[in-house]
């Protein structure tokens, strides 16, 4: 392998690892300060959900508090909204924006949206992707099994398409997250954009894990066309 593709390889690895670093300082900073300030409605985040739920016909999911850090998610299989701790209990800016954005994903779920369904549909894919891609990438290289080493690429290929495909699902949750803060007067004329703000880190996560699997796919194709030349 020439030098060059090693230098570049390095170079890589720390630009994605600098790109991922910068947006979870950038969400956990806006969600820090957002977690600070109470909502003039006084509102938690799990009353927020079933309220948002309610008004959009969806009293068949269940809203839920569960544990850890930013572990929020909408389970499509039990049509479940999970709200962290902080976020279930707590009435800050955070806390609402958060529900909001979880709620989001209800909706898409019960108008069928079509990323949303793709994405599910991707998931063992994925699953199988994660597990041999690599694996495949790694040997193909050490045994100079390059059709395998192709072979590992074009599995790790699922993976960049399903970030690139949960990126209009997370931006499109925001986007209703917003929406249905302001119509149910969750927050005021005067809290909306501090909540657009807490919307907006949580979706650049997305932006930086797409673009650092970008990243590290390129990396992998590099070392693979190295060497087959060599």
Known sequence: MGFS????????I?????????????????????????????????EAARKILKSNGLENVYVVETK???????????????????????????????AAHECGHALQDKEGYFFLRFRS????????????GYLAVLIGLIFGAMNLAYL?????????LFQLI?????LNASKRGKMFLAKEGIVDSSEKS??????MAAAMTYVASLITT?????????????NDRD
Do not use: C, W
């Open 5 to 12: 593709y090693v230098y570049i390889s390095y170079i890589m």
């Open 14 to 46: 720390i630009v994605a690892f600098l790109i991922t670093l910068v947006a979870d300082i950038y969400l956990r900073t806006r969600y820090s300060k957002y977690r600070k300030i109470e909502v003039k409605s006084k509102i938690t985040g799990g």
């Open 68 to 98: 850890g850090y930013l572990t929020d998610h909408y389970d499509p299989r039990s049509k479940v909204v999970r709200l962290s701790s902080d976020i279930y209990n707590g009435t800050s800016i955070a806390s609402v924006s958060v």
């Open 121 to 132: 549909f991707l998931v063992p894919f994925v699953n199988f992707s994660s597990k041999f």
């Open 152 to 160: 590992g690429i074009a599995l790790l290929v699922i993976i960049l």
């Open 166 to 170: 949960t990126l209009p699902v997370e």
């Open 194 to 199: 501090m909540a657009n703000q807490m919307l």
């Open 214 to 226: 970008l990243m590290e796919l390129l990396r992998l194709v590099l070392m693979v066309i190295a």
